[in-house]
């Protein structure tokens, strides 16, 4: 997540210089072979740029509502995951009557499957959540491929001994149970954004529209512009490539880039918020901002 | 569920060369019949496509919002499928007591109501079902001619028996028909959108305005471009429908073709998080894609 | 529901004849005023079909959008109704203890239910849902106005009985109640789309704004297009017409007609699904489309 | 709700007859100001009504959908007390054991919570709802400020009684007082709706830049259009002025007036319903629309 | 929450004023480098603001929309919380049994509850909360820093007791812990909205994007207006500046400033509708807006 407002344009010419070569080349192509080709054959109608920029003004703007719209879910599901594991560790610690040791073990194993979802999430090696797992958990979890679902399972198994050592009664099982359904839907709606990729046929076709338009474009202004139409032409290719290219950088919302929501911030805010709760004295410091700019 | 990022443009050629066809037959008409029929009569005013091109804009935003739409329902309700699988298996592993026959025969039985599901919904024949189901359910199911919702009274029947044989109380009864419930309702907000026609009165009047625009563009660009209208006239028509194919791609998100949602893939990584919460041995392979372009 | 995909124009003239009559005889009206009228006195700026353009745009969107919202959350609404007969049918059948009398009397007056409510939301003389119902029940329902509703008030006071004489515990109680009130709920949500009325002005003034565009466009294009003004005057506006009343067919979905929600089939497939569920051996007919063209 | 379909020009005319006149006057001065003052200095360009046209129709866009909004949720919160209510009736008919005339003070005081909720977002004097009260309610509902809310508290009371006196068990009890949840929450939402006032810069920005846009685009078609160009530039004011109002009039759709949700109408329909279920013969009439013209 | 439908222009323009002498500057310098360096050797073409009008369009229609969007779930979220600290109170009034010492402290530390979430979005020093806390809660509340998460749990523990002492059973238990469970949700989702920044990339895109639409169009309409160009070049920009300033003043809802949601004052309606239904005598006033103008 970006913290500054003042980005440095410097930020989104690294994220398009590749593009704006491509388009530099294309209207100093477009230009000459007007020049030398076409302009004494007859003239290029200027409608034709002004449809094509409808269409893709309709596609920039899908694009981006759909990554919006993907990037705030993903928000949307870990705030909920955030809710769940206060009301989770808030039921453990006062519902569970005589056995904080395994309110405090659920708890525990409740911060790993954080952990380990998240690692799943960023496809990166995170082995934080091993501290928070004793010996016989991790020598069962080693077995499965999906980590995270394994510590829920055990979690449903160390509920139910709790239920029948009669800790706690139907009404909380259910309470408890509940919770950890949340968190399952929650780990599900994590891997369905993560897994499904955005249609590619719509940024396939945005990339060729564009480029359609920036050559239709050179070559009409270039009527009366002259060699300035090929730095106008890049210009107005820059506005739509940095929109589009802006928007998509929303719609893979878990990988581990500065766009992306702040996976590690948030999971340490959950992890300091239970351990308080559990009344624990070694609290790590919450996830700081990278140059004071951006926060994963 | 395309993977790549470059498409080739012969597959969106492959999609639209017979509309192609048409548009290119309809510019070289409208051209002929400029240049020898109303070139000497009136001007043919440039505000026409313009005005169609403001409303075949709408048509197309409309048909690839809904389509959009529809794909990424269809998508979540598999989420919730995938979701509530795990919780349906965590539950009967963990929360009935001495009967892990059972409970393992109800996972199996719900593999098959997965595979017996995503058949009818791809109208495909597949017989994978057949091996996750004890004889006496596959000769009770033949008289069905909705096979999965057959199934699912079977659980239901076989849960009641868990609940009377007092395997499990009145709260996990109670949370394990919820599971019930939902794939009853996922199953038919599937079969919802598999069945619902989307309104065939805007694909139909988009294909209508479309071709007039391409007509009138073309009678209008021709009056300063020349002959080289009949090529942009077919340009500015793909544009149209290469946008309008795609969206409508989108629109029967069972279907079992490369834009459609990968239910082979999602129903395999179900059977296979189920095994192995199991402690099955034999496990199966997930689903690989084709050539590397897409998965089914 | 239509179902093919080659909607023939004479359907789409049938709906807008007496529209296009009034917009050729403007258009008419027009070119002859502007031609002796205006023409010596000053000139109709284009801007003006362009501006009043660019509101029909926004009305006709807006008028489609929320036409077509209302569409599909009725096809929703009947969606959950399917889903929600099903677990009522699966929980009767399996859970209630030793009455199958019982059961599949709730369930016959359940079917009966379906066809009350889908002739009342139709507006229609339906008298299937007798035959589903004992004499009692129907002296009973008599006395009502809201006959569905009365019927699943008998529904409740079965259910009672049926949890009095033991032969449903509460968990089960408070399962198949909870079905109730959810058809309670689809029930009221069908009324209320069928009961509010589209709010008026916005359909009125569309019809004021596009007659004034079709007016200035004749108006403006004949300066240049001559006496093929009042044709090219007509184009347009039944692009906008057509788009307007296509929109409009889906505001009221719950009508009798080819746009609206297929009422008789779903209702069918419910009834078919639940026999089928009661191992009865009279199983009705699927819905047969009409002419090949559409289902009701 | 207005119920006719076409409506009077005059009723338009009476919702903007003080606008028209500014803008009249505006486009008078605007056009006397070039035709005296700037026609020899410059031109005002076309691009200038041509951008403010879009930046007003994004504005008019945006406050019609979230009006819309607005509107649309009001309805579907008085559709979903609709359902609650008879589900409330139809759970004390038939599930309260041998205390009928405890259920129908429920019932009665549950049509006083209608009547008093209703008075209040129509910030009305409605008395109505006395006649559903018993007296000790009466004077006990008088100490508050929110008598509805004051009302609910004393369902709660009751329920609780018939709890504690065996007449409901713990499932019947949950079951109801889920109701008294889902009305509380209803109100709220009303409340919300009826308390939030759209955020006025967006009302008070649109008025600006219509005015703006009347004043420029009269400049502008002046230069061809002469002394017309008053009457024209009122003319394409009045669409986009009376679409604005059209769209303001569904912002507060509690308000006593022909755009709003028909309070009256749903709340008698509720009434009916109950006083059927509950076997009352004193039933009164459905309200009646008002000169056949819209329903309160 | 701004109260006045007429806001003073000096409102708007306190606002944008910086804005404004960027834009005066740029179109001065604009019109300078025209006049004397591009004059004499082509012509900018007017399609280049045009297509950036475009482009601008959309980004603040999105900025817009999104900014609207948080606002709205903003105020749903605190519409929840008084509809279920009504349902709370109601609950706790009624469901305990001989205590209404507990319940009377539980509703007074929600109370508490409410104070200090509001502090904490609202960032300020708000001590009120303390009043409506036992010393014992104060001390242990200090140990943490997430304080509104802490008197959570604290109401749980109270709870619990509640239960063990038999004063509620469990279905009243499951039906207060839910509001708890209700509270951490609208609690969380408050944070989330706090926390997440909107993308930096959007607001910072827009304003390059209106810088260069501002010079463009000056340079454009230079060539026909003169001197003039220099304001209406920030007459147009003024038009983007102030929408876009006025749609970013939602984006963060719970600011202590005249946009955001009245926190204080709904609040304050919370606390005076709990302390009705206790019955108690000393009740604060309604918070008072500010001038007539806007409350808090």
Chains 1, 2, 3, 4, 5 share one sequence.
């Not at 809710?83 to 009557?97: E, F, K, Q, T």
Request: aromatic share 12%; net charge neutral.
């Amino acid at each position: 997540m970006l913290l500054i407002q003042n980005i440095r344009l410097s930020r989104i010419l690294r994220n398009t210089w590749h593009v704006d070569l491509i388009m530099i080349a294309s209207c100093t192509a477009a230009y000459f072979v007007r020049e030398y080709l076409i302009a004494h054959h007859f003239e290029i109608p200027s409608i034709i740029p002004t449809v094509l920029g409808t269409a893709i003004a309709f596609f920039i703007g899908f694009n981006n509502n759909q990554a919006y719209d993907r990037w705030w879910e993903a928000r949307k599901i870990w705030g909920a995951i955030v809710n769940d594991s206060r009301s989770l560790a808030r039921a453990l610690i006062n519902y569970v009557d005589e056995d904080e040791a395994s309110a405090k073990r659920i708890i525990f194993r409740h911060i790993a499957f954080l952990y380990a979802l998240k690692a799943s999430l960023r496809g990166a090696v995170d082995e934080i959540y091993i501290k928070y797992l004793p010996p016989e958990d991790l020598l069962e979890i080693k077995k499965h491929t999906n980590k995270h679902n394994a510590i829920l399972n055990i979690q449903s198994r160390e509920l139910q001994k709790l239920s029948k050592e009669n800790k706690i009664d139907g009404f909380r099982f259910i309470e408890i149970n509940e919770m950890l359904v949340r968190f399952s839907d929650s780990m599900g709606m994590s891997e369905r954004i993560k897994n499904t990729i955005f249609p590619t046929t719509y940024t396939y076709l945005t990339k060729v529209f564009i480029w359609l338009f920036v050559v239709t474009f050179t070559l009409v202004i270039s009527q009366s512009a002259g060699p300035a139409s090929i730095f106008l032409g890049w210009l107005i290719g820059f506005v739509f490539v940095s929109t589009q290219i802006n928007g998509m950088s929303l719609v893979d919302p878990f990988k581990n880039n500065s766009a992306g929501i702040p996976l590690n911030q948030i999971t340490r805010t959950i992890e300091i918020n239970l351990l308080q709760m559990l009344e624990e004295t070694d609290i790590p410091e919450p996830v700081k901002p990278i140059n004071e700019e951006y926060v994963l």
